[in-house]
């Protein structure tokens, strides 16, 4: 007689689903994390050297700025003083050339009635004692 009992085999074969997902997930999300950070790292030298660049072009063109300007203005300083000097020189000249003749016979007439003044006044003073 043949018989047939039930062989019953203990299978949990949804934990072990969850087990290997669970592995791969953890996984995946070192290699993520790892792929992110070694991004982040690239970005983060890529901006210092960046800033870097910049900070040196800004310093150079800062000197090259304050040489320009400082050479500028010594240039206009030498300009005005060379301007000066001219006018200095062409006044001089022009007061050479004038004729003084006439200013100080004006100035001696201006004397000499100041001078009859005060001896009137005088006069008047020593004659009324």
Known sequence: MLSCSPIYAHTDSGERLHNVYQKLFHTRQEKVANIVSDKIDSYKESAIEQIGTLFKETEAALTHFLF????????????????????????????????????????????????????EGFLEEILSN
């Open 68 to 119: 320009i300007s400082s050479t500028n203005a010594q240039k206009d300083i030498e300009d005005y003083k060379e301007s000066h000097h001219t006018q200095l020189l062409k006044t001089k000249d022009q007061l050479l050339k004038q004729d003084f003749q006439e200013f100080s016979q004006e100035k001696s007439k201006e004397i000499d009635v100041e001078i009859s003044q005060d001896i």
